[in-house]
């Protein structure tokens, strides 16, 4: 009768510890360079294996590329078929230039609304913004967490490289969007690459208090960062940058747990012409 009695007790226990269950999740933003045929022994065709097979290694269960075209958004999707991709492309809205693609596991999560906007005054379509001298998007998806049955609201950039205006208005429209559209209790995480230092006013202007601030996974992780802190190579792998352009950011309701710089390389060949960064994250009491 007592096994029985402690049975009951656990099972009525349940619900209240499914409430505190912490759930993990990893995210990931790449720049993974264009495919230029003047990138000689660094061009996409040499990399490609070694670029997808270091996702597919650490598996995240998202990832945001930029500087990805059509080609290698088709190759992406062919080598890695457990993810899903979301967004268009910049010039055009639908397959010219680069796209910012947002891709998540299938396995874990169901999507519920995706889409793309332009970095503009005008951003329901293509346009380019301020002083930038390219089209500039961020794509978006909202996500159910089949398990946890949580959402997120993800969302992946490339700011513009010579606009400094662009960058600074860029980081105030994505926070403005976000804003706007986080709804009660969704889980918010914007990463990419941001060609803005964390001294520099765009970065200022998405972590600085107020509405809609969010929170650099790097600065907040809970073991120390682990590789270089500069994210651009320029393929150089002896190269050093004092401070990262790649980002990822978070709500104020999301525990990081560990954050790192990856620099795989064959023979002293990189992937990329950056390095990837990997935050893995924890939500929920549990964390």
Not at 45 to 59: D, E, F
């Amino acid at each position: 009768m007592r096994w029985l009695l402690i049975l009951l007790a656990a099972l009525c226990a349940l619900p209240a510890a499914a409430k505190e269950r912490a759930d993990r999740y990893s995210a990931m933003t790449y720049n993974i360079r264009l495919d230029i045929a003047s990138d000689g022994d660094n061009a996409w065709v040499h990399r490609r294996a070694a670029l997808t097979g270091l996702i597919a290694y650490y598996a995240p269960d998202i990832v945001g590329m930029q500087e990805v075209l059509l080609n290698q958004k088709q190759a992406v999707g062919a080598d890695l078929p457990d993810y899903q991709f979301v967004g268009v492309a910049r010039d055009d809205g639908r397959d010219k230039g680069e796209f910012s693609p947002l891709g998540f596991r299938r396995d874990r999560f169901a999507l519920r609304a995706s889409g793309t906007f332009w970095l503009s005054p005008t951003p329901d379509a293509p346009s380019k913004g301020w002083d930038a001298a390219l089209p500039r998007v961020a794509s978006w998806a909202r996500l159910h967490d089949k398990a946890a049955k949580r959402d997120l609201l993800v969302v992946n950039t490339h700011f513009d490289h010579v606009g400094q205006v662009a960058r600074i208005e860029s980081a105030r429209q994505i926070r403005r969007w976000i804003d706007g559209r986080r709804k009660p209790g969704e889980t918010v995480v914007l990463m990419g690459d941001f060609n803005a230092p964390a001294d520099s006013p765009p970065y200022t202007a998405i972590v600085e208090p107020g509405a809609g601030a969010l929170r650099d996974t790097l600065g907040i992780s809970r073991t120390p960062h682990f590789g270089p802190l500069g994210t651009f190579t320029g393929f150089q792998i002896e190269r050093n940058e004092p401070t990262p352009i790649d980002h990822i950011f978070v709500g104020d309701d999301v525990t990081v747990l560990r954050h790192a710089t990856l620099t795989q390389q064959a023979g002293g060949r990189l992937p990329s012409d950056h390095y990837p960064v990997l935050a893995d994250l924890c939500v929920g009491k549990g964390c």
